[in-house]
């Protein structure tokens, strides 16, 4: 039990607390308006990888990463840096899609204009994408670094 507070005050406890935040954000915002078409490709990948993170999370303030076949045990850094490694090349095309939509959308933002209009929407949404890409870039720089300090 003492293990849980120091990984929650650890680098990587903080940053997958940021990926979780910045994730559910990101996917709320999303879901809770009208979106299609390449929007659900940011979706999935804000989902999928809010899931993922939740489950690491976990195992690792729990200290059961040893109960994970073939993952855990001596693999389980590399199978974080692995995740996040991924994390942040799929974040990186779900920023170039929500910053598109947004451009898309820029036509509404004027104040005479009374339609619905997603704009704060997807800008916002974009803005969270890209605090989740951060996030995972740092983890990804965090671990790489702490995996060549090991050998």
Aim: hydrophobic residues 55%; contains cysteine; positive net charge.
């Amino acid at each position: 039990m003492g293990n849980i507070p120091k990984f929650l005050r650890s680098f990587m406890g903080i940053t997958r607390i940021l990926q979780i935040v910045f994730g559910a954000c990101l996917w709320v915002t999303i879901a809770a308006n009208k979106y299609g078409g390449s929007i659900h490709f940011v979706l999935f990948v804000a989902v999928f990888f809010w899931l993922l993170t939740l489950a690491l999370f976990f195992l690792t303030l729990l200290d059961k990463q040893d109960l994970v076949p073939l993952l855990g045990g001596d693999r389980w850094s590399c199978t974080n840096l692995a995740h996040d490694v991924v994390a942040a090349v799929l974040y990186l095309p779900a920023i170039g899609v929500m910053i598109h939509n947004t451009n898309r959308n820029s036509f509404c933002n004027l104040p005479q204009y009374m339609h619905p209009c997603l704009y704060k929407v997807y800008l916002t949404a974009a803005v969270f994408a890209c605090f989740c890409w951060l996030a995972y870039l740092l983890s990804v720089i965090f671990g790489a670094c702490r995996k060549c300090q090991r050998g």
